[in-house]
């Protein structure tokens, strides 16, 4: 099996990790990517990427990772995907180095960034995969203000699903919150709060079929009490049913409630020379432009660790 020295290993090559490498090579760190499938992750699915600081008009998040990928390989990064060198199979430490095993090449380095990032709880539902982009979204503050006025649905009952609600509202009068139960998970001043904004709840459903040729028109619902199913016409639906952050290989690593990864504001966790960044950790507010903010900071927390 070969073996390959860098001073830092990124693990994930979604904008955290792309901007991290960037920052690492450009300051002359000799680092690597690994990325078990192809780059960019989530925001690959987005066709219009309007609110990220800088770029405008707006640009696909294809065309952003394109360019992410291709500056950090310009200042001497390598970037590693869908191989059976890139597909990370244990990370372990001996010594000051970190030692990440893969089916092809062991890779060591003193320094390591989990970039994983966290996906979506799909609905799992016909529909929804060949929508997603043309009106299915995951995202109100990335993919709202592209529904004014809009017949707007969203799925889910917790804080994060009444919270999307209510800033939907700002953009459409007419919102009508999904939930499976007859009464909401989230805080009673949320939940208040979102109905008194004008979201219409419909309790005890759940979407059995997203409906479209080429772009959402309507959801499938059934009660799940009665049985009854129904069509209600819709242009936009907005799932908010979880996350779950990308952790598998950093099972040792105190994490938060929901399990996202717990780092100081140098992107630092308790093992030295481990650090994450992106949605992977826990923080806040998650989008692209904190994601990358997150890499640029590990990058230079490396920097500084190493020059010590």
Do not use: W
């Not at 690597?32 to 309007?50: N, P």
């Not at 609905?123 to 995202?139: A, F, I, Q």
């Not at 959402?216 to 059934?222: A, D, R, Y």
Request: with cysteine; charged share 20%.
């Amino acid at each position: 099996m070969n073996e390959m020295i860098f001073d830092y290993i990124i693990i994930g090559a979604g904008p955290a990790g792309l901007a991290s490498a960037q920052y690492a090579a450009r300051s002359g760190l000799k680092t690597i990517v690994l990325e078990a499938a192809s780059v960019g992750g989530q925001i690959m699915q987005i066709t219009e990427l309007e609110n990220y600081p800088g770029l405008f008009p707006s640009v696909s998040g294809n065309e952003l990772i394109e360019n992410l990928a291709n500056q950090a390989k310009a200042f001497g990064a390598q970037i590693e995907e869908a191989t059976s060198s890139s597909q990370v199979l244990s990370i372990d430490k001996q010594g000051s180095d970190f030692v990440v095993k893969t089916r092809a090449t062991v890779y060591k380095a003193p320094a390591l960034l989990i970039a994983t990032g966290a996906i979506h709880r799909n609905l799992g539902v016909p529909g929804e995969k060949e929508l997603t982009g043309r009106g299915v979204s995951y995202c109100a503050v990335c993919d709202g203000p592209f529904f004014p006025n809009k017949k707007i649905v969203v799925v889910g009952g917790g804080d994060s699903a009444c919270s999307e609600a209510i800033y939907l509202s700002s953009i459409s009068k007419d919102v009508t919150i999904i939930h499976r139960r007859d009464t909401f998970r989230a805080q009673k001043a949320v939940v208040d709060k979102m109905l008194s904004c004008g979201v219409q709840p419909v309790y005890n459903s759940v979407i059995k079929s997203i409906n479209g040729s080429g772009k959402v028109q309507s959801v499938t619902l059934e009660n799940v009490q009665t049985g009854e199913v129904t069509d209600l016409a819709c242009d936009a639906v907005f799932i908010f049913t979880g996350m779950l952050p990308q952790t598998d290989l950093v099972e040792m690593l105190p994490k938060d409630d929901s399990g996202y990864i717990l780092t100081n504001e140098k992107m630092e966790t308790i093992i030295p020379g481990l650090f994450a960044a992106g949605d992977v950790r826990a923080k806040p507010f998650r989008q692209i432009v904190t994601a990358v903010s997150d890499g640029a900071i590990a990058a230079n927390s490396v920097k500084e660790m190493l020059n010590k």
